[in-house]
T-cell receptor, first 113, second 115 residues
Framework: QQQVKQSPQSLIVQKGGISIINCAYENTAFDYFPWYQQFPGKGPALLIAIRPDVSEKKEGRFTISFNKSAKQFSLHIMDSQPGDSATYFCAASLDTGRRALTFGSGTRLQVQP | GAGVSQSPRYKVTKRGQDVALRCDPISGHVSLYWYRQALGQGPEFLTYFNYEAQQDKSGLPNDRFSAERPEGSISTLTIQRTEQRDSAMYRC?????????????FGEGSWLTVV
């Protein structure tokens, strides 16, 4: 019930391309879905987040698409840049009870120049 | 401080020894979280506090692990009788409020190696 499944494990994209990372969850009580970006040697940092009452949220080149009926959400990085090369984690949390984030296993993105 | 501060950054200990990992959250942050992150994996929840109260410790692997936050600020994660399987990055995080949707800020972690 607490699991969040993330794919792909790794992704190579050319500069200027679109990077897409997918996550699926099981617990319908999850009500907050953030994406975190982690550079080597650093802690994860919040990139963008969405609530289940909207289907899409865009911030600059980053967009979250959310499909409540399918219990899936995805991160799209438009015009991918070499500086976007990092590990990306999706996560989810409950509104009540355990409010700590449950993370996916991560996607290592490499954007080639 | 400006960010979540953890110490030590690196700790090598012999199997069977006790270790204490310290976390100093962002000033004024109510919630404090401990996670464990294996290489190439996402952070795994261990426990969290609101103020000084431990709200959830269901992620602690066994009774060798404990955490405290006695004054609602600095927290210590203690691992007793360490085992090699305890080797991992231990990350602390904090958030300003307790409700879900609050941005959680992570520290740079304490890397524990048990030999």
């Amino acid at each position: 019930q607490q699991q969040v499944k993330q794919s792909p494990q790794s992704l190579i994209v050319q500069k200027g391309g679109i990077s897409i990372i997918n996550c699926a969850y099981e617990n319908t009580a999850f009500d907050y879905f953030p994406w975190y970006q982690q550079f080597p040697g650093k802690g994860p940092a919040l990139l963008i987040a969405i609530r289940p009452d909207v289907s899409e949220k865009k911030e600059g080149r980053f967009t979250i698409s959310f499909n409540k009926s399918a219990k899936q959400f995805s991160l799209h990085i438009m015009d991918s840049q070499p500086g976007d090369s990092a590990t990306y984690f999706c996560a989810a949390s409950l509104d009540t009870g355990r409010r700590a984030l449950t993370f996916g296993s991560g996607t290592r993105l490499q954007v080639q120049p | 401080g400006a960010g979540v501060s953890q110490s030590p950054r690196y700790k090598v200990t012999k199997r069977g020894q006790d270790v204490a990992l310290r976390c100093d959250p962002i000033s004024g942050h109510v919630s404090l979280y401990w996670y464990r992150q294996a290489l190439g994996q996402g952070p795994e929840f261990l426990t969290y506090f609101n103020y000084e109260a431990q709200q959830d410790k269901s992620g602690l692997p066994n009774d060798r692990f404990s955490a405290e936050r006695p004054e609602g600020s600095i927290s210590t994660l203690t691992i007793q009788r360490t085992e090699q399987r305890d080797s991992a990055m231990y990350r602390c995080a904090s958030s300003l409020r307790t409700d879900s949707g609050n941005t959680i800020y992570f520290g740079e972690g304490s890397w524990l190696t048990v030999v």
